[in-house]
Nanobody, 123 residues
Framework: QVQLVESGGGLVQAGGSLRLSCATS????????MGWFRQAPGKEREFVAS????????NYADAVKGRFTISRDNAKNTVYLEMNSLKPEDTAVYYC????????????????WGQGTQVSVSS
């Protein structure tokens, strides 16, 4: 069982930045692809970014390309999502997920999920 804990969310003005972290303390993330997803109020959860193991391949949703960067520190069993130039439409609960295999934009490819962290962007 992989337990994931997100942190770093908060309230920020449009144009600002936040860095989300996703960590596990009870088990290594070795071999796991990692993804970030988000769910805005009244909307379905959507893919944001993914990174392969050990971190070479990265993919992004079109809505965040050029603004968000996913990375991982394998020694710390932590994955990050650096978010810049934030927009009000980025407001959502952000979830990290872990899954064996290739990095994917599909939720069903991930086996473990965190509880989420709220990101709110004011205009």
């Amino acid at each position: 069982q992989v337990q994931l804990v997100e942190s770093g969310g908060g309230l920020v003005q449009a144009g600002g930045s936040l860095r989300l972290s996703c960590a596990t303390s009870k088990r290594t993330l070795s071999g796991y692809a990692m993804g970030w997803f988000r769910q805005a109020p009244g909307k379905e959860r959507e893919f944001v970014a993914s990174v392969s193991w050990p971190g070479i391949t990265k993919n992004y949703a079109d809505a965040v390309k050029g603004r968000f960067t996913i990375s991982r520190d394998n020694a710390k069993n932590t994955v990050y999502l650096e978010m810049n130039s934030l927009k009000p439409e980025d407001t959502a609960v952000y979830y990290c997920a872990a899954g064996l295999g290739i990095a994917s934009s599909l939720e069903r490819r991930y086996d473990y999920w965190g509880q989420g962290t709220q990101v709110s962007v004011s205009s």
